[in-house]
């Protein structure tokens, strides 16, 4: 017995369920509309949720590295192991010249740290005191602008100090206060010194401005016992990725000191960076997983429907290839009409946005995580690339049995259902 000859699907055919099923959708134009709504209001909620989210990563991003590890830091390689302050960095010429003559170098300022306690008469606590170039320092971070109060540290006015907002709520103090810091020096004598304070900071973190204070460094030098040494040495290039293609070169020139990029001084920054982005997308594949549910019950209703249809394009040789072809153009016609609208609708609503948003209603909890409250919705290329993959695929997928229900339909039954 010959097998029958099956006739490859040319591009009039595909234009010709195409054609079907176009009209098929607007056969019932009520259900039709609620599925591709349905679509498009996911989608467009997805797409604001993510450009925020993304925009909360890109703006933490930028504030750690710039405005506190900065691109690159040099230390003492045992500085780095046990925080003591007798690891210095000593031959700052040696390390100033190198560093100038790098491609792509902007500026860098020396910092000594040394670990303490500050007190008042009301609390006392450990930190972080951090002399600095004042100069050099707003220079390399422009820490200088997140004074909010009294002003910044100035080669003018020795032995004061900038602390943190929190900190300072703490500590019951305000300009003109008195607190003592107390540390031990390179011979580990306790010092304790009176600073008073200068000014008061406030950065996106909470947890940064209870940790730290600054002082001038030619301060904290004299009291630790220094000449013009530095703990560490934070370097600015016109770009973060500058920073970690001339980590292996500078390290080659510095072989006595500890070189790091961002990348290996903030692994969970780098973390966040790389794989923070790809976890929102999870937050589109929840939405894409609620709305195939709607596609999959809009399907089968379709299917439903249509039995006799069906029954009688198959009678008249509509084969299983023609009529699966068929379904998934027209669940995939829907759902990118929703899908474009979605995208549109999200993109009208974004772009009065794009200058910030204020949340600074949230100001607590997110300087809690470091994140700023004026945030700037990100949309990069990829998310649209990424959104139309999900939609066809999820698209797929949940059209598949409706269309299994349709090949299983028998024309001979199938023509007397009405």
């Not at 100033?96 to 910092?111: A, E, G, K, T, W």
């Amino acid at each position: 017995m010959n097998k029958p000859i099956r006739r490859k699907i040319t591009l009039s055919d595909l234009a010709l369920l195409t054609s079907v099923a176009y009209r098929n959708i607007w056969r019932n134009k009520s259900r039709s509309l609620t599925l591709m709504l349905s679509v498009a209001l996911g989608l467009a909620g997805g797409m604001i949720a993510i450009s925020m989210g993304q925009g909360m990563i890109a703006q933490r991003f930028k504030i750690v590295i710039e405005k506190n590890f900065s691109h690159l830091q040099i230390h003492h390689p045992r500085w780095a192991e046990q925080l003591e302050t007798r690891y210095t960095i000593s031959d700052i010429s040696t390390v100033d010249s190198i560093l100038r003559s790098q491609p792509d170098y902007v500026s860098h300022c020396l910092r000594t740290i040394a670990t303490g306690i500050i007190q008042s008469p009301t609390y006392s606590g450990a930190v972080q005191i951090r002399g600095i170039d004042p100069a050099d320092e707003s220079r390399v971070t422009g820490f200088d602008q997140l004074v909010v109060e009294g002003n910044y540290l100035s080669p003018d006015h020795p032995m004061q100090v900038l602390i943190g907002l929190r900190l300072a709520e703490r500590l019951g103090v305000g300009l003109g206060s008195r607190i003592v810091l107390t540390f031990t020096d390179l011979d580990y004598n306790v010092i304790s010194s009176s600073f008073r304070v200068g000014g008061i900071y406030r950065s996106i973190s909470t947890q940064y401005d209870e940790r730290n204070v600054f002082i001038q460094r030619s301060d904290l030098n004299q009291l630790l016992g220094l000449q013009d040494q530095s703990h560490e040495i934070a370097v600015i290039f016109t770009d973060e990725q500058s920073a970690v293609s001339l980590e292996p070169i500078l390290s080659q020139a510095l072989p006595n000191l500890l070189v790091q990029s961002w990348r290996r001084l903030s692994p969970e920054l780098v973390y966040l960076q790389d794989v923070g982005s790809q976890v929102l997308y999870i937050f589109i594949i929840i939405i894409m997983l609620g709305l195939s549910f709607g596609i999959l019950n809009t399907m089968l209703m379709i299917v439903h429907e249509r039995t006799h249809e069906l029954g009688m394009l198959k009678a008249i040789g509509l084969n299983k290839t023609r009529t699966f072809l068929m379904l998934q153009i027209e669940t995939l016609a829907m759902t990118l009409l929703g899908t474009f609208t979605g995208l549109l609708l999200g993109r009208l609503i974004l772009w009065p946005l794009m200058g910030g948003i204020d949340l600074n209603f949230l100001s607590d909890a997110l300087a809690a995580f470091g994140i700023p409250t004026i945030v700037y919705p990100v949309i990069g290329p990829d998310f649209y690339r990424n959104v139309l993959l999900l939609v066809f695929t999820f698209s797929f997928l949940a059209s598949l049995y409706p269309s299994w229900k349709a090949l299983q339909i028998n024309p001979s039954d199938a023509v007397r259902v009405q």
